[in-house]
C-alpha cells in the first residue's frame, strides 16, 4: 500500500469523523459512520472518485457531501445489482461496520494494512463489493426469514405468511445487525490485537453466511428449478437471470409458496399440493391420512360438525 493512498485516505477518514462528531441529527451521524466504514473496508473500489472529489470540491463541506453520496449511491447500486428477486434481502458477507467507531477511529496506516492482510487470508474483499470473491455474492440474497428474525418479508413471503420460520440463531444475523460493530477483548493500541479481534468477527460472520445459504436453500431449489443459474455468478449474471426468472414467477406462483408451506407441518403441504386455483379440496385425490372423513381410521384429522370443526386424534 503505497504513502499517496494511505495519505488520501487518511484525510477522507478523518475528515468524515470530524464531520460524523459535530453532526447534530442522529440520522447523518449514523450515515457518516457507515459511509467512513465503508471507505475504511474497501478504499480501492473510491480511489480515483475520492480523489478527484478532494481535487475539485471547492470546500470542505462539499466535499465531505460528495463523498457520502459516492458512498451510498455505490452501496444501493451494488445491492441492487445482486438482488435476484424482488423479495429477496442481499446480506453483506461481512457486516460494513464492523470494528465500528473503534476500527475508524484508527490512522488508515495502521488499519489499511490490517485489512489488507485479512482479505488475502479470507480470500475476498470486503464492504460493496459484489460477485465471486465479493462481499455481496448472488448466493447471498435471501428470503427475509433467513436474513434476519423480524416480519418485514415481501411478496410471495409475505403472502405465504410464513413469518419467522427460521430460528434465529440459523439466520445471517443471529447477533443482530449490529452485533459486530462493538468487539469484545480487543486492544485497538496494539496491531497484532486488533487483527486477531477482526479475524474472529470475519470468521463467525462467514460461517453464520453460510449458515443462512443453507437455512433458504429449500427455497433457492424450488427457484432453481425453474432456472438453474439462478443464486450464482456475477452481477451481470444476476441480471441476465433476473430477466429470465421474472415472467416464470408469475405463472409458477404456487410452485414457490408451496417452499414456504413445506418447511411447516406435513399437513400444510399436503394441502397445498391437493387445492386447486379455485381453493377447492380435491377429496378424490387426497391422501388417506388426511382426508378428514370420521369413518376413516388412518386419518390424523376428523372434520366435526359441532363446534368443534377439527380435532386432532394422534
Not at 8 to 22: A, F
Not at 90 to 106: F, I, M, S
Not at 120 to 129: A, G, M, P, V
Request: aromatic share 4%; glycine share 6%.
Amino acid at each position: 500500500m503505497d504513502k499517496e493512498t494511505i495519505a488520501l485516505v487518511e484525510d477522507v477518514r478523518k475528515s468524515l469523523v470530524k464531520y460524523g462528531q459535530n453532526a447534530t441529527s442522529s440520522s447523518v451521524k449514523k450515515k457518516t459512520r457507515k459511509v467512513t466504514s465503508q471507505i475504511i473496508w474497501d478504499a480501492g473500489s473510491y480511489l480515483d472518485e475520492l480523489d478527484n472529489i478532494k481535487s475539485t470540491s471547492k470546500t470542505d463541506e462539499e466535499a465531505i457531501e460528495r463523498i457520502r453520496s459516492l458512498v451510498r449511491t455505490s452501496e444501493e447500486d451494488a445491492l441492487k445489482s445482486m438482488q435476484l428477486l424482488p423479495d429477496d434481502t442481499v446480506h453483506h458477507g461481512v457486516q460494513t461496520r464492523t470494528g465500528g467507531d473503534a476500527l475508524t477511529d484508527l490512522p488508515y496506516s495502521r488499519s489499511g494494512p490490517i485489512i489488507q492482510g485479512l482479505s488475502e487470508k479470507h480470500q475476498r474483499t470486503f464492504s460493496n463489493t459484489t460477485g465471486p470473491g465479493g462481499n455481496l455474492t448472488a448466493e447471498l440474497s435471501l428470503s427475509n426469514a433467513a436474513h434476519k428474525f423480524d416480519n418485514r418479508a415481501k411478496g410471495l413471503e409475505k403472502e405465504s405468511g410464513i413469518g419467522k420460520a427460521i430460528p434465529k440463531a440459523d439466520t445471517a444475523h443471529p447477533k443482530g445487525t449490529a452485533g459486530h460493530s462493538r468487539l469484545k477483548g480487543v486492544d485497538w493500541g496494539d496491531d497484532a490485537s486488533v487483527r486477531e479481534g477482526l479475524d474472529r468477527s470475519i470468521t463467525q460472520q462467514l460461517a453464520d453466511a453460510d449458515r443462512a445459504v443453507q437455512s433458504d436453500a429449500p427455497r433457492k431449489d424450488a427457484i432453481k428449478k425453474l432456472v438453474p443459474e439462478a443464486y450464482s455468478g456475477t452481477a451481470a449474471d444476476v441480471a441476465k437471470t433476473r430477466e429470465i426468472i421474472t415472467p416464470k414467477l408469475l405463472t409458477n406462483k404456487l410452485d414457490i409458496l408451496n417452499y414456504w408451506y413445506a418447511d411447516q407441518d406435513s399437513l400444510n403441504t399436503v394441502m397445498h399440493n391437493h387445492i386447486n386455483v379455485l381453493k377447492d379440496i380435491i377429496y378424490d385425490t387426497f391422501p388417506e391420512e388426511f382426508n378428514g372423513i370420521s369413518t376413516n381410521e388412518k386419518s390424523v384429522i376428523v372434520h366435526m360438525k359441532g363446534p368443534e370443526k377439527m380435532m386432532i386424534l394422534k
